[in-house]
């Protein structure tokens, strides 16, 4: 459940696992303090190797989130897999609203930038970089650069 090989948690990580959740956690990885990873219940959290979580972070996980390797996440940044289902509803309370259950992925030798939030059914692609202070909710193709809000394609990796 929790393979730590050669992973640094800093101090004042917290991790909340929920009934029938898991955490896969490959090596090599550091996840700095005062962060929050939340996995609720019948949802998969899986971060590969090589990954880098800057301090203050934030990661809720409704559904699955998958990050990739050699994947660096700057500080403050939030990643939200699910939402509200029927927030437009205004007979159904805030309270009352089921969350939906989404995929988001991180693939491989991406950089998501500090005050970053990801958020819904998003695919980060591989070798992306997402400015600081970005929203993200479309998908980001390989070698994209994206920043802004909401975030829109300003440029490539060559």
Same mark, same amino acid.
């Given at each position: ?72 996440? #700057?500080?403050? &940044?939030?990643?939200? /897999?699910?939402?509200?289902? %029927?927030?437009? =509803?205004?007979? +159904?309370?805030? !309270? ?30 591989? #070798?992306?970089? &997402?400015?600081?202070? /970005?929203?993200?909710?479309? %998908?980001?193709? =390989?070698?994209? +650069?994206?920043? !802004? ?10």
């Amino acid at each position: 459940m929790f393979p730590f090989k050669k992973n640094r948690l800093s101090r004042n990580v917290k991790i909340y696992t929920y009934c029938n959740s898991n955490f896969s956690l490959g090596s090599n990885n550091s996840i700095l303090g005062f962060g929050n990873i939340i996995i609720e219940e019948n949802s998969l959290l899986l971060i590969k190797n090589k990954v880098y979580i800057g301090f203050f972070s934030n990661i809720r996980c409704s559904g699955k989130i998958e990050i990739g390797n050699n994947v660096h996440i #700057g500080q403050f &940044v939030s990643l939200l /897999s699910g939402h509200y289902e %029927n927030y437009r =509803d205004r007979n +159904i309370t805030i !309270g009352d609203q089921k969350i939906q259950k989404n995929v988001l992925v991180i693939k491989d030798d991406s950089w998501i930038g500090a005050n970053v939030t990801i958020i819904g059914n998003v695919t980060i692609g591989k #070798g992306a970089i &997402v400015g600081a202070g /970005s929203i993200v909710t479309k %998908n980001v193709l =390989d070698y994209e +650069i994206v920043a !802004g809000n909401p975030a829109k394609k300003i440029g490539e990796r060559i």
